[in-house]
């Protein structure tokens, strides 16, 4: 099976089982089923994000939850004094595309090495969930909406068609979004990477010098790389914060930021399909292991329960061990098993 | 005028808990080039270790100034062999290694000890600044943090480990051809940055208290510290943690100690813009 033929045989069987899963999906499963798929679908395309940036960017940004919870508090405030969704889901994309728009020429445009990069988003995570987190008080609003510090802002209004108030996301609807923006930004992804765009992109990622020397700027296809992901993770937010109706300093934690790294590594960077299906597997993970085990449990079960625990000795086995993650593992074991054939034939 | 001397006795005390803190990831970072993000989780071992000790029995000076730096060291060494060996010169996955070290670090503790806040009572009175009085206990984590400063420069330069450590992380090869093992000169280099850094969170346990998570307060702070100070692992922590020490604290006094965190993590952020070497890298080059 050449690359070509490999490559067009993926595509075909991740539309089939996305568009299976998004008729399918609310016919097979009851309703809390549903609910838990609908935020695997919006942590998966979270997940793609970041495998934009880091697996193809070759951007290690360790404050990708920064923009995720960015899009979701942009949403709640936004929702608040607005009412009709049409300009907050907008706004949710456009201010953390900004806010990194802004950091990334900072960052690019500095020339600020991958090390420092990594230092600096972990960095403005950090003051974003510092300052979100002491907001408790009344005297913090935009707007009539209330920051709510550590609280966190409940009761966020629903998602509604656009210019059409009355017309509102339920919970099935939720579920059809979230899957269908999942299978859209999938194959948007792929058709960007496949474009001059893409590969200028990953061509920077395998060796930014010599792309500068043929002419490409890096720093400009990097901090357009950063922002494209920077928007993703914000619409992901938009779509976190209407599936709980609730948003709270956490989603800009370090352990929201850790979590998105370890879906792409165990995924495998460079590839897209990888990252969901890593996002879906550690979350399916660590809500069973959870289940399994409530958080008094003692003995190993409750170790196991214990899910920094539990994802902390994941990434590190991973990136000493399996430093690719899953999906190119898989793909050299194929080929690996394959190429014999050929020769013979 | 009380205030004032006050104020300046405050903001020494956040220049020296800063130093303190970072110093022990300067050494790991400055001689190795490996980013330890499990340092916050060190420094939370450190304290655990002091606070365990005490508890059982054991002088609380003792427990603080050396049975936290042992422990953690150990613990340093440790995850050299395990964890760092396979991964020197490869930088980013370092990072991400020790990232998930500390996860894991966060989730055991939580495990053993309990997602609550232990604490240890400071030994030492308050003396009096004028109309007001300040611990002596802060004091003393001063005079702890200059000695500590003075005790690595003086180790890097005037003794045979130093020298040998010094040469192996310029040229490991070279060093290997004159009889040194490297292998055995980084794991030694790892373990006396745990417990440079275990000896922090043992010092500082009284003043903070200790709970699993605590060490994502400190990572950040010490990494920006060891970035914003460059390449010289003294001089480079003395005068960044100087520098945000102070911006810390007076932006703390001027308004909330929230801010002055987000002060302090802003100051860095432009500096690295500034001086992408570090303090160090522009201004007092040839120092240590």
Redesign the interface.
């Known amino acids: 099976m050449s690359g070509r033929v490999a490559n067009i045989v993926g595509l075909v069987v991740a539309g089939v089982v996305g568009l299976a899963v998004l008729f399918l999906g609310p016919q097979w499963f009851e309703l809390d089923t549903v609910l838990n798929i609908t935020v695997y679908m919006i942590m998966a395309v979270l997940a793609l994000s970041l495998a934009l940036i880091w697996g193809y960017g070759g951007i ?1 940004c360790f404050g990708q939850s920064a923009f995720f919870g960015l899009g979701a508090y942009t949403y709640a405030i936004a929702m608040f004094n607005l009412g009709d969704s049409t300009l907050p889901l907008a706004l949710s994309i456009a201010v953390p595309a900004a806010f990194a728009a802004l950091l990334g020429y ?1 960052i690019f445009y ?7 990069l ?3 988003t ?3 995570t ?2 974003l969930f ?2 979100i ?2 907001t408790a008080g009344p005297e913090f609003h935009i707007g009539v909406a209330r920051l709510g510090g550590f609280n966190g802002i409940p009761g966020i209004p629903p998602l509604n068609m656009p210019f059409n108030k009355d017309w509102q996301v339920d919970l099935n609807g939720m579920f059809y979004l979230s899957t269908g923006s999942l299978i859209v930004v999938y194959f948007g992804l792929r058709a960007l990477l496949a474009s001059r765009f893409g590969r200028i992109v990953v061509g920077i990622r395998e060796n930014e010098r010599r792309a500068e020397l043929l002419g490409y700027d890096p720093r400009a296809y990097k901090l357009a790389t950063f922002t494209i992901g920077a928007a993703l993770a914000g619409y992901a937010g938009c779509l976190f914060a209407n599936w709980g109706a609730f948003v709270s300093p956490t989603i800009f934690g ?2 929201q930021s ?1 979590q998105i ?2 879906w792409v ?1 165990v995924g495998g960077r460079g590839t897209l399909i990888g990252p969901i299906l890593g996002c879906i597997g550690i979350q399916w993970l660590t809500a069973a292991l959870g289940a399994n085990a409530p958080a008094a449990t003692g003995g190993w079960a ?2 196991l329960g ?15 061990v399996v ?1 690719k993650g899953f999906v190119p593992t898989l793909a050299d074991l194929g080929s690996r098993f394959s190429r014999p054939r050929e020769v013979s034939a | 005028m009380d205030l004032i001397a006050l104020l300046a006795f405050q903001v020494l005390y956040a220049i020296a808990s800063l130093a303190l803190i970072s110093i022990g990831l300067a050494v790991i970072f400055g001689m190795m080039k490996v980013i330890n993000l499990a340092h916050g989780e060190f420094l939370m071992l450190g304290g655990y270790a002091a606070i365990e000790a005490n508890q059982r029995g054991i002088n609380i000076w003792i427990a603080m100034l050396v049975v936290a730096p042992i422990v953690v060291g150990l613990i340093g060494m440790i995850v050299e062999r395990a964890i760092i060996r396979w991964l020197y010169g490869r930088i980013v996955d370092t990072m991400l290694a020790t990232w998930g070290l500390s996860l894991f670090l966060v989730g055991l503790t939580t495990a053993i000890f309990g997602n609550t806040t232990v604490g240890l009572s400071a030994p030492l009175g308050s003396f009096e600044i004028g109309r007001y009085r300040a611990s002596e206990y802060l004091a003393f984590v001063i005079v702890l943090a200059l000695a500590e400063l003075l005790a690595v420069l003086a180790a890097l330069r005037y003794t045979r480990l130093g020298l040998i450590a010094r040469g192996t992380m310029q040229n490991g090869a070279m060093a290997a051809a004159l009889g040194v093992n490297p292998s055995r000169v980084y794991s030694v280099t790892f373990g006396v940055g745990a417990a440079l850094t275990g000896l922090a969170g043992g010092v500082l346990a009284p003043v903070s208290g200790v709970f699993p998570t605590i060490g994502v307060a400190y990572v950040a702070k010490s990494f920006i510290t060891v970035i914003g100070g460059g390449a010289a692992i003294v001089a480079g922590t003395a005068s960044a943690s100087t520098l945000f020490g102070a911006i810390n604290q007076l932006a703390t006094y001027a308004t909330t100690p929230v801010f002055g965190e987000v002060a302090l993590l802003a100051a860095a952020i432009v500096l690295i813009r500034v001086l992408p070497q570090g303090v160090t890298g522009r201004f007092f080059r040839r120092s240590l």
């Not at chain 1, 500095?110 to 420092?116: A, K, L, T």
């Not at chain 1, 625990?309 to 990434?315: D, K, P, R, S």
Request: cysteine-free; overall charge neutral; aromatic content about 6%.
């Open positions: 290690l900072f500095g020339r600020i090495s991958d090390v420092y990594g230092v600096i972990l960095t403005v950090l003051i510092n300052s987190n002491s370090l352990a850790a790294i370890i590594i409750g170790l214990n899910a920094p625990l539990i994802l902390g000795a994941i990434l590190t086995v991973f990136v000493l430093p």
